[in-house]
Nanobody, 126 residues
Framework: QVQLVESGGGSVQAGGSLTLSCAASGFSGLNIMAWFRQAPGKEREGVAAIDTFGTRRSVDSAKGRFTISQDKAKNTVYLIMDNLKPEDTGMYYC?????????????????????WGQGTQVTVSS
């Protein structure tokens, strides 16, 4: 059974840092792992993604502040978030999908991902 479990959320002040973890189990083959976030009243938006080969993609608002990485031995994907801003507040979800060619040339869309974790809350105060 495919399962994703997020951890690492919390409350920080603006300018602070957090590292989110997503432990994956039940996967095989080539995959794409992604982080999404959803603020209250807003749609879920993709933040960053990484595939089995290590190819990364992130949205403009995350570039220079957020880094996605993975530890294949631990089947874990991380989202390292620095210089956090109040607008980064939201529920952060880990998601997975099967690898497809040229995925990194497309936007990170929630509708493309079929496996989701339960989410972890990130709150950034000013």
């Amino acid at each position: 059974q495919v399962q994703l479990v997020e951890s690492g959320g919390g409350s920080v002040q603006a300018g602070g840092s957090l590292t989110l973890s997503c432990a994956a189990s039940g996967f095989s083959g080539l995959n794409i792992m992604a982080w999404f976030r959803q603020a209250p009243g807003k749609e879920r938006e993709g933040v960053a993604a990484i595939d089995t080969f290590g190819t990364r993609r992130s949205v403009d608002s995350a570039k220079g502040r957020f880094t996605i990485s993975q530890d294949k031995a631990k089947n874990t994907v991380y989202l390292i978030m620095d210089n956090l801003k109040p607008e980064d507040t939201g529920m952060y979800y880990c998601a997975a999908r099967r690898w497809v060619i040229l995925w990194e040339r497309k936007s990170i869309s929630a509708s493309d991902f079929g496996t989701w974790g339960q989410g972890t809350q990130v709150t950034v105060s000013s």
